[in-house]
């Protein structure tokens, strides 16, 4: 077995490469074919959605909408298709984002750091009544994974990454970087949207600095402090009776 020599910005670009993606549920060749009017009325589902969409049917989104029927249906055939395009479209808009925010010349902890802050972008905002509808849409929640998993393995790789180098002590780095990943998710959850203090994104930004700065490898100082307060090969005091 030969050992790589490549850079490490080689290594961590062709590991992201191996790295599978989630299949669009709008392909690129099906966006780009899109009307200038579709693109608008998906932007604004968005917004719509927000406000919760279990009651409403396609003839009331068309009137919410401002338009035609047959523009609606000419974007998907239900109103859940709808709500898997918006959220897939954005998923996507994000995942763009948090990949461009990975820099390979920048170590992988601070790397992970950036990628999953423009990663917990995709629950910024989430609603109540969003999170709640979302619930029973069992396609929505498979949607989710998908995209869930991508993180989650994009996480891993630099927390091997960070391994290897030295960066932090050996982990457990697919627990961890399951945690990390799903953190935002399961902020954006309703029951869980209820009773934060903050918004879904800057409760998972939290959690996601105190795992990191519980991973960094100490300094030799700090090693040595942390053994009882005790540096080099000092004794302790014998007990007094």
Same mark, same amino acid.
């Given at each position: ?111 992970? /750091? ?7 972008? +995709? %629950? =910024?905002?989430?609603? $109540?009544?969003?999170? !709640? &509808?979302? *619930? ?29 180098? /030295? ?7 697919? +627990? %961890? =970087?399951?945690?990390? $990943?799903?953190?935002? !998710? &399961?902020? *954006? ?53």
């Amino acid at each position: 077995m030969t050992t790589s020599t490549a850079p490490r910005s080689t290594d961590l670009h062709e590991r992201m490469r191996a790295v599978p993606r989630p299949t669009p549920v709008l392909s690129r060749e099906r966006e780009r074919s899109l009307t200038p009017r579709q693109r608008e009325l998906l932007d604004q589902l968005g917004g719509l959605f927000d406000a919760g969409f279990a009651d409403l049917t396609m003839a009331a989104v068309a009137r919410r909408l401002s338009c035609s029927l047959r523009t609606l249906y000419g974007l998907a055939p239900s109103r859940d298709d709808l709500v898997l395009l918006v959220i897939d479209r954005n998923l996507w808009r994000i995942g763009r984002l948090a990949t461009g925010a990975l820099d390979a010349e920048v170590a992988p902890l601070p790397a992970l /750091r950036a990628y999953l802050e423009a990663a917990n972008m +995709a %629950v =910024a905002g989430t609603t $109540a009544a969003f999170a !709640r &509808d979302l *619930a029973t849409v069992p396609a929505a929640q498979r949607l989710n994974d998908a995209h869930s998993d991508y993180i989650v393995t994009v996480a891993r790789c630099l927390l091997d990454l960070a391994v290897e180098r /030295r960066d932090i002590e050996p982990v457990d780095t697919a +627990a %961890v =970087a399951r945690v990390m $990943a799903g953190v935002g !998710r &399961d902020f *954006a959850r309703p029951e869980v949207l209820a009773v934060l203090h903050s918004s879904p994104q800057d409760a998972a930004n939290s959690i996601v600095d105190v795992i990191l700065s519980g991973l960094r490898r100490p300094a030799r100082g700090e090693r040595e402090l942390s053994r009882g307060g005790r540096r080099g090969g000092e004794r302790p005091s014998p007990a007094r009776r």
